[in-house]
């Protein structure tokens, strides 16, 4: 584990700080580390749901650690580990949510990070920006989520100006779930967290599934594939005895056990 990261884990919840002064911005060894990390939170069925923010109020991530890579080393196409830059970007399989709590500046792969996430709740104060374009490079996972996620004219103003964009614009456009005061950031991010983990395992896997896996089809070619039953994790969820529990709990007005299988 890289002493950049701050790792707890409690009641089913990981919770993830790069704290890496001043801005918080990854280099490659931290971006390994950051994938080593969660591969092992998609693998361990004790963890349920993730948080991950920054270390400070300032930065969220400012992203790739241009110092390292002005010194000669580390290279924009290197190797930043099992799940891509941050961890999370190319994560083949990662069926648990993960919710990112921007305590600060989301900055070039910073926010191409938190875009990696399923949720996200903002500081009042936190800023968003893709100024890659004034170092010669596109931002390439912003490039390819970004106007799918917000109006495609918004999108394009960002990547092509490096632009900031504010908290409140950000929760205007939907790119965010909720600004918060920045006191109440890692709170409400944790409310959220206790909630899903204390939901069905075996839904959630499912749901993140279907979305990723039928990103890209027409809706008849989506249930196609449903009903095709090759979809592994759609597939355990129906045949679960999760998927018996939910309605006999409904039945018996108590709260369901849900035990992932």
């Known amino acids: 584990m890289s002493d950049s990261l701050t790792v707890t884990e409690s009641d089913g919840v990981l919770e993830v700080v790069v704290d890496r002064p001043k801005a918080n911005a990854i280099d490659n060894a931290t971006s390994r580390a950051m994938g080593d990390l969660f591969a092992r939170f998609r693998d361990d069925p004790d963890l349920r749901v993730a948080i991950l923010t920054g270390g400070g109020e300032k930065f969220f991530s400012a992203g790739w650690d241009l110092k390292e890579a002005a010194s000669g080393e580390a290279e924009y196409e290197d190797d930043y580990g099992v799940g891509g830059f941050g961890g999370l970007q190319e994560l083949p399989d990662l069926n648990k949510p993960v919710i990112c709590a921007v305590n600060g500046m989301a900055v070039g792969g910073g926010f191409e990070i938190a875009l990696a996430c399923d949720m996200l709740i903002a500081a009042d104060h936190a800023r968003f920006a893709l100024p890659e374009i004034n170092v010669g490079v596109l931002a390439d996972a912003a490039t390819i989520k970004l106007p799918k996620r917000i109006p495609y004219h918004i999108a394009m103003d960002m ?36 909630l899903l983990a204390e939901g069905p395992p075996l839904v959630f896997a499912a749901i993140k599934e279907v979305v990723r896996e039928t990103a890209a089809l027409r809706v008849q070619e989506s249930f196609d594939l449903l009903k095709s039953h090759r979809l592994p994790t759609y597939v355990a969820m129906l045949e679960s005895e999760d998927s018996k529990e939910g309605p006999r709990a409904f039945a018996e007005k108590r709260k369901p056990n849900w035990r992932g299988r």
């Open 159 to 194: 990547l092509l100006t490096g632009r900031w964009m504010e908290a409140g614009e950000a929760k205007q456009w939907g790119l965010v779930n909720e600004v918060v005061p920045a006191d109440q950031l890692l709170p409400r991010a944790r409310e959220i967290a206790r």
